[in-house]
């Protein structure tokens, strides 16, 4: 199989957010400090009626039906989450209702855990698949789904959720360069989930941010490398049209894409204009724990690439903002915002993504994208997946009803018995949603 990649995605995320602007004065923190400096807008969270379950159902019926594909023409589907709802059962093995309905039971692949990372395993997976002896000609199905919440705290307004699901084959507007891909996967305890009875992360923010800026730097590094033994040729940010950043929050994308500026710089410092080389000149003797800690560097290097952020990096950062990180499917979130923007105009294109899940696992690679040939073309991924559409619908809800929704939530995790208000009035036709967790929990699901 040639050109293999993503022929279409679809996004869901729930109608339900809340205005950063409004936590930021409700939690008492500074005016500026989420929507500055973090860099959010907007958040969207999980009511009692949503899961990871109910969205990825959403999405996987959403992409199905609106692309017109067969469900019998899936041979495999892959779950990225790290949203745990049952140590056992897989995420996929819940998608298979929709299935078993139309007589399609082979179908291989589960899901991919590691934080922010399973989404990307997941993808990796599929599109192994269809490039191995083992494809058997059908699709392959990738679904990235979380709800992130954190307790109380500063981490708190750097939650999201979402689904989002992807169709893979040969021929695909948005194709793998797989030749160009570096990893870098570590031991570290930065963000992690050890108390299984609660849903709420222990994290290191910290810690978190220099594991991630770290990661980048040696990801870039591995991919230049890899880039350059196979092209004969030099790589820099001048190769790549866009770059695509799994974005826990906007600013640390802002960061991440200064600190690539800054690694060509020290790479090769004629691949950089000569007003970056004088600003960033006095930064070029720090070693690298260093340069995680100075202000000064991060300061001139956002400076001297705030235009190349505007035009590789702005136009991927819309969903991110407005609904938070969404753990795995952040990443892919972020990319579909640029082919909301950008659509037709992405044909020929390079794109680069960074996938980070801490604890640690990363991975740069690399597409090339194309118009494509209808309905799997980059244009008509862009009408069908509505996102401004999507955004405009929601509902926001005060601070004080977001704090009781969480409250409520922390109630209901890991909890039996139950029957949820089946309140769906928010929800669009179409959305899943969750009615009843019996004694033995075992969950229930409806459609609107
Ligand atoms: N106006 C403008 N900016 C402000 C204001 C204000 N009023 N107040 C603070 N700021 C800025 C700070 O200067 C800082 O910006 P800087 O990083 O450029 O210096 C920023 O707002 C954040 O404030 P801090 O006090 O540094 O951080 P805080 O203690 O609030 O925590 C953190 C932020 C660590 C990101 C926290 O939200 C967190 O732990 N999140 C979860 C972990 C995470 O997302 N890690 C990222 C990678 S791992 C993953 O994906 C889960």
Same mark, same amino acid.
């Given at each position: 199989?040639?050109?293999?990649?993503?022929?279409?995605?679809?996004?869901?995320?729930?109608?339900?957010?809340?205005?950063?602007? #409004?936590?930021?004065?409700?939690?008492?923190?500074?005016?500026?400090?989420?929507?500055?400096?973090?860099?959010?807008?907007?958040?969207?969270?999980?009511?009692?009626?949503?899961?990871?379950?109910?969205?990825?159902?959403?999405?996987?019926?959403?992409?199905?039906?609106?692309?017109?594909?067969?469900?019998?023409?899936?041979?495999?589907?892959?779950?990225?989450?790290?949203?745990?709802?049952?140590?056992?059962?897989? /995420?996929?093995?819940?998608?298979?209702? /929709?299935?078993?309905?139309?007589?399609?039971?082979?179908?291989?692949?589960?899901?991919?855990?590691?934080?922010?990372?399973?989404?990307?395993?997941?993808?990796?997976?599929?599109? =192994?698949?269809?490039?191995?002896?083992?494809?058997?000609?059908?699709? &392959?199905?990738?679904?990235?789904?979380?709800?992130?919440?954190?307790?109380?705290?500063? #981490?708190?307004?750097? &939650?999201?959720?979402?689904?989002?699901?992807?169709?893979?084959?040969?021929?695909?507007?948005?194709?793998?360069? %797989?030749?160009?891909?570096?990893?870098?996967?570590?031991?570290?305890?930065?963000?992690?989930?050890?108390?299984?009875?609660?849903?709420?992360?222990?994290?290191?923010?910290?810690?978190?941010? *220099?594991?991630?800026?770290?990661?980048?730097?040696?990801?870039?590094?591995?991919?230049?490398?890899?880039?350059?033994?196979?092209?004969?040729?030099?790589?820099?940010?001048?190769?790549?049209?866009?770059?695509?950043?799994?974005?826990?929050? =906007?600013?640390?994308?802002?960061?991440?894409?200064?600190?690539?500026?800054?690694?060509?710089?020290?790479?090769?410092?004629?691949?950089?204009?000569?007003?970056?080389?004088?600003?960033?000149?006095?930064?070029?003797?720090?070693?690298?724990?260093?340069?995680?800690?100075?202000?000064?560097?991060?300061?001139?290097?956002?400076?001297?690439?705030?235009?190349?952020?505007? #035009?590789?990096?702005?136009?991927?950062?819309?969903?991110?903002?407005?609904? &938070?990180?969404?753990?795995?499917?952040?990443?892919?979130?972020?990319?579909?915002?640029?082919?909301? =923007?950008?659509?037709?105009?992405?044909?020929?294109?390079?794109?680069?993504?960074?996938?980070?899940?801490?604890?640690?696992?990363?991975?740069?690679?690399?597409?090339?994208?194309?118009? &494509?040939?209808?309905?799997?073309?980059?244009? =008509?991924? #862009? *009408?069908?997946?509505?996102?401004?559409?999507?955004?405009? %619908?929601?509902?926001?809800?005060?601070?004080?009803?977001?704090?009781?929704?969480?409250?409520?939530?922390?109630?209901?995790?890991?909890?039996?018995?139950?029957?949820?208000?089946?309140?769906?009035?928010?929800?669009?036709?179409?959305?899943?949603?969750? *009615?009843?967790?019996?004694?033995?929990?075992?969950?229930?699901?409806?459609?609107?």
């Amino acid at each position: 199989a040639k050109n293999v990649g993503i022929l279409a995605t679809e996004i869901y995320f729930p109608p339900t957010c809340v205005q950063q602007e #409004a936590l930021e004065a409700h939690d008492g923190a500074s005016k500026g400090k989420y929507t500055i400096g973090l860099g959010q807008d907007c958040m969207a969270f999980c009511t009692e009626v949503e899961d990871v379950i109910s969205m990825s159902l959403t999405a996987v019926t959403s992409l199905l039906e609106k692309y017109k594909v067969d469900p019998k023409q899936i041979g495999r589907l892959e779950v990225g989450s790290e949203t745990v709802i049952d140590k056992s059962k897989s /995420i996929k093995t819940f998608l298979m209702q /929709i299935f078993e309905k139309y007589g399609n039971t082979d179908i291989e692949g589960v899901d991919s855990t590691n934080a922010c990372y399973g989404g990307t395993a997941a993808l990796f997976n599929c599109v =192994n698949w269809v490039e191995s002896s083992s494809w058997d000609g059908r699709y &392959g199905l990738v679904v990235c789904t979380d709800s992130a919440v954190y307790a109380e705290g500063p #981490a708190r307004p750097t &939650g999201g959720a979402a689904a989002i699901a992807m169709l893979i084959g040969p021929d695909a507007p948005i194709a793998f360069e %797989s030749k160009f891909r570096g990893s870098h996967m570590s031991h570290v305890y930065d963000f992690y989930k050890p108390d299984l009875a609660s849903e709420y992360p222990v994290v290191d923010g910290k810690l978190s941010q *220099t594991c991630y800026l770290m990661a980048l730097d040696t990801c870039y590094k591995y991919f230049c490398h890899k880039y350059e033994k196979s092209e004969g040729k030099q790589f820099s940010l001048s190769d790549a049209d866009y770059i695509v950043f799994h974005s826990p929050y =906007n600013k640390l994308v802002q960061k991440s894409f200064a600190r690539l500026v800054f690694n060509d710089f020290t790479r090769n410092a004629s691949s950089v204009d000569d007003i970056t080389k004088e600003k960033l000149g006095p930064f070029s003797t720090l070693t690298g724990d260093e340069s995680y800690q100075s202000r000064d560097l991060e300061k001139a290097s956002q400076q001297v690439s705030k235009a190349l952020y505007d #035009a590789k990096v702005r136009p991927t950062t819309l969903i991110p903002k407005q609904v &938070g990180n969404m753990y795995t499917a952040s990443l892919y979130a972020a990319f579909v915002s640029l082919l909301h =923007n950008k659509n037709s105009e992405l044909a020929g294109k390079r794109v680069i993504l960074f996938s980070y899940g801490s604890g640690l696992t990363s991975t740069m690679f690399s597409l090339r994208l194309h118009e &494509g040939q209808h309905p799997f073309s980059l244009s =008509n991924i #862009a *009408t069908v997946m509505n996102v401004a559409g999507k955004l405009k %619908s929601r509902h926001e809800f005060p601070p004080e009803k977001f704090v009781e929704t969480m409250k409520l939530m922390e109630h209901r995790y890991g909890a039996k018995d139950f029957v949820t208000s089946k309140d769906c009035s928010l929800l669009s036709p179409g959305t899943y949603y969750l *009615t009843e967790v019996d004694s033995m929990y075992r969950r229930f699901y409806a459609k609107k």
